[in-house]
């Protein structure tokens, strides 16, 4: 879907004595999977990504899941969609979709418009421009959600639309023209702690908080724009022993200072 990075490259020729020994120890167990292991024939495309990319236990995955799982292969050039959590993606967000999943050229752009509340449903709207001459096509999609729906209703009510970041996780995006006031986050991923809390003077270089990207924990310094101001909120929720941290998108708030 994206040119290999010279990361990759250079990752490897590091790491050459380490693949070759890993490659000569393969067992069936083991043996790495190979694009002809999928063909395009028998699998989707989002089932050759998880398989290929994943290896042994993507196409064990791919196995048990195969009666129930559904086609997410038009998503997987959204990312930052496909990994959200449930009803929470925000208004306004912008992503591609794949329109045929053999050829990755064939892209469509679509704007999700956001979230209301009808009754016991949730309706999701989306928004299209298929010629680009500024004139969107919306597409508006009910899922019978109660609990949702509940949650959502009192935004319903007020004739407006609302985000699920709007009535529980608190996520929401910080706005760029009261930065470095409202700082956002830069990364996509799952909040796991804040090195900081309200009330503290930051500083530069000090650790802000981690979040963990596509299995990767990533440490977010404070930068020279909020050295010396003092923090007056935290922006999302962090992990706890018992509940998962709020998944922030780039842009996202992650930090208020005053």
Do not use: W
Request: hydrophobic content about 45%; overall charge negative.
């Amino acid at each position: 879907l994206v040119a290999k990075p010279v990361e990759v490259d250079t990752l490897l020729a590091n790491m050459a004595a380490e693949l070759s020994a890993a490659l000569a120890a393969q067992t069936d167990a083991t043996k790495r999977v190979v694009p002809t292991d999928v063909p395009a024939a028998r699998f989707t495309a989002a089932q050759r990504v998880t398989a290929l990319g994943f290896q042994q236990k993507g196409l064990e995955f791919i196995h048990s899941t195969s009666k129930t799982a559904k086609d997410l292969s038009p998503l997987l050039t959204a990312p930052h969609v496909l990994h959200r959590k449930p009803l929470a993606l925000p208004a306004g967000t912008t992503f591609e979709i794949l329109t045929d999943p053999k050829e990755v050229a064939a892209r469509a752009m679509v704007k999700f418009a956001g979230y209301d509340a009808q009754g016991e449903e949730v309706v999701l709207s989306f928004e299209h421009e298929p010629a680009g001459d500024g004139k969107a096509l919306r597409l508006d999609v009910a899922i019978a959600d109660p609990d949702a729906a509940r949650a959502l209703r009192g935004f319903a009510s007020a004739g407006a639309s609302a985000t699920l970041s709007d009535s529980t996780s608190g996520v929401r995006k910080a706005d760029p023209t009261r930065f470095p006031r409202e700082f956002p986050c830069e990364v996509p991923g799952e909040v796991l702690v804040f090195a900081v809390k309200v009330g503290d003077v930051l500083v530069h270089g000090q650790a802000l908080c981690t979040v963990e990207c596509m299995k990767m924990e990533m440490v977010i310094a404070v930068p020279a724009d909020l050295a010396g101001k003092r923090v007056k909120a935290l922006g999302a929720k962090a992990r706890t022993s018992t509940a998962k941290g709020d998944c922030l998108s780039p842009g996202d708030l992650l930090l208020e200072v005053e």
